[in-house]
């Protein structure tokens, strides 16, 4: 389902080499937009860049190292846009990390890894993202959240938690940015099984954690779903596709969930 008004849009997304964010700089360019995507994978980054020129143009799509715990770096992401497409209509901040574990035998280094990609790098996305945006007097920032935003997370507390504080700072930066024509939103997924996220790391980390076999965390994962299926990058594309529209435009500081009925608040 397309969304015809984002034709000639500029957009940048962070974490954009792969997975998810690599489904959303699709989505933005199959929807007519110029995309800026950003990662610390570089060699990815080439080959997504070669791949998509080739497929739509290289005048419509951009990509540049962007670690988005790095503020200079998160600058250079949010300049290229501005430079090369003469604009940032729409910041989508997906980069995201997950490290699991008991709580009680956390190593705090990698809780606070979690925290400096999930929590800090939004936020310096959004001092740099919305800056720009406040000055063009418009924009739309969507930040990708999960539904371990809304509610604890087993064995998961670190990726719970930033996602948790990350739905604060959405809230507060939507009430700073109300009145200057910019809206700060975010997505809450679902579980999206399919992902590299889950079939590199997550299905091996929840079967050793619970002591099952990957297979039954799958069954167990869809058993949560009210609709009984894996979240789709595509389901989650939808919703950020209207956020990042003007469709969406008396909508601030909201937290969407695209779970399948698992998280209702
Ligand atoms: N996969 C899921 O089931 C799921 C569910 C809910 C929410 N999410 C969220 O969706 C987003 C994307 O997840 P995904 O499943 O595509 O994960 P993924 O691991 O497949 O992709 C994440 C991308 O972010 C990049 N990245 C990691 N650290 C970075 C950093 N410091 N700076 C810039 N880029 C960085 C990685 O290189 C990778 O390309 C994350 O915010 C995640 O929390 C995922």
């Known amino acids: 389902m397309k969304n015809s008004e984002l034709t000639g849009r500029a957009v940048a997304v962070t974490g954009g080499a792969q997975g998810l964010g690599r489904a959303l700089v699709e989505r933005f360019l199959d929807e007519g937009c110029r995309v800026v995507a950003g990662d610390l994978q570089e060699a990815q980054l080439r080959t997504l860049s070669d791949e998509l020129s080739a497929r739509y143009g290289g005048d419509r799509i951009a990509a540049v ?49 979690v925290m400096e990609v999930n929590l800090v790098g939004q936020m310096l996305c959004m001092k740099h993202a919305l800056r720009a945006m406040a000055q063009a007097g418009r924009g739309a920032y969507v930040q990708i959240n999960s539904k371990s935003g809304k509610k604890g997370s087993f064995k998961n507390s670190a990726y719970a938690a930033s996602k948790f504080g990350a739905i604060g700072l959405m809230q507060s930066a939507a009430l700073e940015m109300a009145e200057l024509g910019v809206r700060v939103n975010a997505v809450c997924p679902g579980n999206l099984l399919d992902s590299p996220l889950w079939k590199d790391s997550l299905f091996k980390q929840y079967a050793q954690n619970q002591g099952v076999t990957e297979a039954e965390i799958r069954r167990r994962y869809i058993d949560q779903a009210p609709m009984k299926r894996s979240c789709q990058y595509e389901d ?23 779970t399948g009925g698992q998280e209702m608040r």
């Open 65 to 113: 190292r962007c670690d988005v715990t790095c503020e200079s770096e998160v600058e250079t992401l949010v300049a290229t846009c501005l430079r090369q497409f003469g604009a940032l209509d729409a910041f989508i901040a997906n980069a995201g990390i997950l490290i699991s574990g008991p709580l009680v035998e956390f190593d705090a280094a990698k809780w606070r890894k």
């Open 236 to 258: 989650v594309c939808n919703v950020v596709a209207f956020l990042a529209s003007d469709a969406s435009g008396y909508m601030t500081g909201q937290a969407l969930n695209v």
